[in-house]
């Protein structure tokens, strides 16, 4: 059953627009993405939790929920980069490649909004692989990523430049996004998430094959 799954990821994953990408702030994972183990890292209150870490197949989807500490409460989740990425407790998520959660906790009670952000971003030949995290406190009704050449800036990348898009009806999601790129090329990234007429940027990202 685990080898059907990921033979029907990666035919979902060939059929996916390609879109171009490049890296700046970005760490570009060299792990394999069909074959190997990927690890799931995960720290609670700032110390690495063994209980809720793990070595995983590719294409495994994991749920994490984070624990209860003493004194305090849980405000949300953020990923290696320390952004935000989703304010449930709970995460369900595909394992594509290396991961860092980071459950952080508080006195006080985090305000949550809609939020896209790269769980990961890896290399594989001349692709690069975006793995975007989406959540909300109400239905998704699109997410995705932005990319562009040109345009550094957030407000350039919110036009018509080049969308590769989901639809979606969930308050949870992840995606891998199959991007093309050329070595010689920057491309700038952001993801989003659309809630009714609203959309919601994570910052942009700058990457580039040849990092």
Not at 27 to 39: E, Q, R
Not at 55 to 84: E, H
Not at 176 to 188: C, H, K, P, Q, R
Request: glycine share 6%; with cysteine.
């Amino acid at each position: 059953m685990k080898f059907a799954k990921k033979i029907f990821m990666l035919c979902v994953m060939t059929a996916m627009i390609c879109v171009p990408a490049s890296a700046e702030d970005v760490t570009i994972d060299m792990s394999l993405l069909m074959f190997g183990s990927a690890n799931l890292t995960v720290n609670v209150d700032g110390e690495l939790s063994n209980a809720l870490s793990g070595t995983y197949t590719p294409y495994d989807v994991v749920t994490v929920k984070a624990p209860n500490v003493t004194g305090k409460n849980f405000k949300y989740w953020t990923n290696v980069d320390g952004k935000i990425i989703s304010y449930s407790n709970e995460l369900t998520l595909t394992i594509y490649s290396n991961t860092v959660l980071n459950a952080v906790y508080g006195t006080g009670s985090a305000t949550a909004q809609p939020v896209a952000e790269f769980l990961s971003v890896t290399r594989s030949g001349n692709h690069i692989m975006f793995n975007v995290m989406a959540t909300a406190q109400s239905d998704i009704t699109e997410y995705g990523i932005r990319y562009s050449t040109t345009k550094n800036t957030l407000d350039g990348l919110k036009g018509d430049d080049a969308v590769t898009a989901e639809k979606n009806s969930n308050s949870n999601t992840n995606w891998l996004f199959n991007v093309a790129v050329s070595d010689d090329i920057t491309y700038y990234v952001t993801a989003y998430v659309k809630v009714g007429e609203q959309t919601y940027y994570s910052d942009v990202r700058a990457v580039a094959l040849s990092d």
